[in-house]
């Protein structure tokens, strides 16, 4: 099992006037760690996903737990992995830590989807990239 790690400062404009960061930035930071997860890790930029494959991965359950806060110049070190791997979705649980400390828990169901005029309707992961998911799997729960 691997998990995606990326680290990432907090920067002056996540923050709010307290000087720590505004709790709805943290989704953006999550948003930026899963597109580099898709690019990086599964080699599936969202611009040929979305583009040419018309595949997209929109988000249709979150749970984000805040454990502490976090202020401008530290470093958060954000990990993914894939919960549950299920035939048109996948569960990811999330974490971001500084210094070795849990700050922000997520968890994100994300659903396939054609990306097709005529809206948005769920469709199976397409094999090649399921298979590049389940390295990240953490459990067997795989339909």
Same mark, same amino acid.
């Given at each position: 099992? !691997?998990?995606? *790690?990326?680290?990432?400062? @907090? &920067? ?6 307290? #000087?720590? @960061?505004?709790?709805? =930035?943290?989704?953006?930071? %999550? =948003? &930026? %760690? *899963?597109?580099?997860?898709? =690019? /990086? !890790?599964? /080699? %599936? ?5 979305? &583009? ?8 249709? =359950? ?13 470093? %958060? ?18 974490? !971001? ?5 849990? &700050?922000?828990? *997520?968890?994100?169901? *994300?659903?396939? @989807?054609?990306?097709?005029? #005529?809206?948005? !309707? ?19 729960? @795989?339909?």
């Amino acid at each position: 099992m !691997a998990q995606f *790690i990326r680290s990432g400062k @907090v &920067r002056f404009e996540d923050c709010d006037l307290a #000087g720590i @960061v505004f709790y709805p =930035n943290y989704i953006f930071m %999550l =948003n &930026r %760690l *899963i597109e580099d997860w898709f =690019n /990086d !890790a599964l /080699d %599936l930029p969202w611009s040929k996903m979305h &583009r040419e494959l018309k595949l997209g991965f929109p988000t249709v =359950n979150m749970q984000v737990y805040y454990k502490k806060s976090c202020q401008l110049d530290e470093v %958060l070190e954000w990990s993914l992995e894939v919960r549950k791997l299920r035939t048109r979705a996948l569960t990811l649980g999330v974490s !971001a830590c500084c210094q070795g400390e849990e &700050r922000v828990s *997520i968890e994100i169901t *994300i659903v396939s @989807v054609n990306l097709e005029p #005529g809206g948005l !309707a769920s469709r199976e992961i397409p094999t090649d990239i399921r298979a590049k998911m389940k390295p990240y799997l953490i459990s067997a729960e @795989v339909d």
